[in-house]
């Protein structure tokens, strides 16, 4: 059996379990540790036995939880090299200063010096020595920093935990395209077009059944569509109404991204594809990522349902919408 329950979906965080009797993989982990195992608990699945966790992208809705649960669970974390990346730089972050802010503080330092050797006729000599050292010292420390910032650095994770906020008792990279195994669950992650550095939905197989999830994408390109055939359970994002978003709350620039080829999923994009390009396959289709601010549960279901009425070969798919709120009921395969 194999089993699929939607912890939390949308903006403010994402998470799913899939299981079979013998695997337990997160997809995602985009809340709290605390509240993923209270809602793994809700669910019936033991956050003890977590035997992986899929990361889809580095966008803060999907790896909120991902150090502390992966510590405290001594899980592994499997990234795309790229969004492995990106996660810990989200993890570390630094101030890094400009060549025109680091020049302009190093004036000021030599005005300020130039100044005290002004007013000090004494020891002039002495003072410009220390001058001159004082330059010296702070360009070679510019021509380091310089230089590290080019050379490649070491993955964070390879090198042992104690400070290092990015630290990760075990990563596994996997590239879309290539699938893999985690126990008895096969797994095939593709590529998906969205605003990180290296984004993917998932196929994850057992017993002859197949989940299909495409979430934080902006389009539905050939690939994409061709990995969610012959799914049994899809989740497929159905983020905004458009109509909604165009007149709702957001800044300008935030509803051009979201609009964008690399944003989200809308009602009617979800719909175009269920009405013509989907195979009808799926007996579950869950509607997932849905706006609490650009949305309403009940203009994703329409839309949905008005597309699978459409098809001549979709026969019974049943349409469920998760959320943020509360964990949906477990769909069974
Ligand atoms: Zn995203
Ligand atoms: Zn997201």
Not at 64 to 89: C, D, I, K, M, N
Not at 219 to 229: A, K, S
Request: with cysteine; aromatic share 6%; hydrophobic share 40%.
């Amino acid at each position: 059996m194999l089993r699929c329950t939607v912890l939390a979906s949308g903006s403010k965080g994402n998470c799913t379990v899939i299981s079979t009797g013998s695997t337990r993989i997160l997809l995602d982990a985009g809340l709290s540790c605390r509240e993923i195992v209270k809602r793994m608990r809700f669910a019936g699945e033991d956050p003890e036995k977590i035997d992986g966790l899929l990361i889809t992208h580095e966008h803060q809705d999907h790896i909120q939880g991902v150090s502390v649960l992966a510590r405290r669970w001594r899980v592994p974390v499997y990234f795309t090299e790229g969004t492995h990346r990106a996660w810990a730089r989200w993890m570390t972050p630094r101030q890094t200063m400009s060549f025109p802010a680091w020049l302009e503080t190093r004036k000021q330092k030599a005005a300020a010096l130039a100044l005290a050797v002004e007013e000090s006729e004494e020891n002039l000599s002495t003072q410009n020595l220390t001058e001159a050292s004082l330059e010296t010292s702070e360009i070679t420390e510019a021509i380091e920093i310089a230089a590290a910032a080019d050379d490649p650095q070491p993955l964070p994770g390879e090198v042992g935990g104690g400070n290092d906020p990015a630290y990760l008792p075990a990563v596994e990279h996997f590239c879309a395209g290539k699938p893999f195994v985690i126990g008895d669950i096969a797994i095939t992650p593709f590529t998906i077009p969205h605003d990180a550095a290296d984004p993917v939905g998932f196929v994850l197989e057992a017993e002859g059944m197949r989940i299909a999830v495409a979430t934080d994408l902006g389009y539905m390109p050939p690939n994409v569509q061709m990995q969610l055939r012959r799914a049994d359970l899809l989740v497929l994002e159905s983020n905004h109404d458009v109509e909604m978003l165009r007149d709702g709350p957001y800044p300008w620039a935030v509803k051009q991204r979201v609009l964008s080829r690399v944003g989200h999923l809308s009602n009617d994009a979800a719909g175009e594809f269920l009405a013509n390009e989907f195979d009808g396959h799926a007996r579950w289709i869950i509607l997932a990522h849905l706006s609490e601010s650009n949305n309403l549960p009940e203009l994703a279901r329409l839309s949905a349902e008005r597309a699978l009425q459409r098809r001549s070969n979709a026969t019974g798919n049943q349409v469920m919408l998760a959320t943020q709120n509360t964990p949906l009921e477990s769909i069974c395969l």
